[in-house]
């Protein structure tokens, strides 16, 4: 498996995008984030999406089933 640090992960999305496909509106995942309530804690979280890309990548090749 793939190890990255968030530093070097920001690298590899660059040119990664969040598209809001109803609305066409494209943000930059480097510099987006999700904000969402936790369903454990209720508290408020945010997540950068470059992050969820890493986890996402990094779960796909350790064959996690969760990841669609």
Do not use: C
């Not at 984030?33 to 890493?54: D, G, Q, W």
């Amino acid at each position: 498996m793939t190890v990255y640090s968030t530093h070097d992960w920001n690298k590899n999305t660059e040119d990664a995008i969040v598209v809001a496909s109803n609305i066409g509106i494209q943000l930059e995942a480097n510099k987006s984030k999700v904000i969402f309530t936790n369903p454990k804690t209720l508290k408020r979280e945010e997540v950068n999406v470059s992050r969820l890309v890493r986890v996402f990548v990094n779960n796909i090749e350790s064959n996690k089933r969760s990841v669609k």
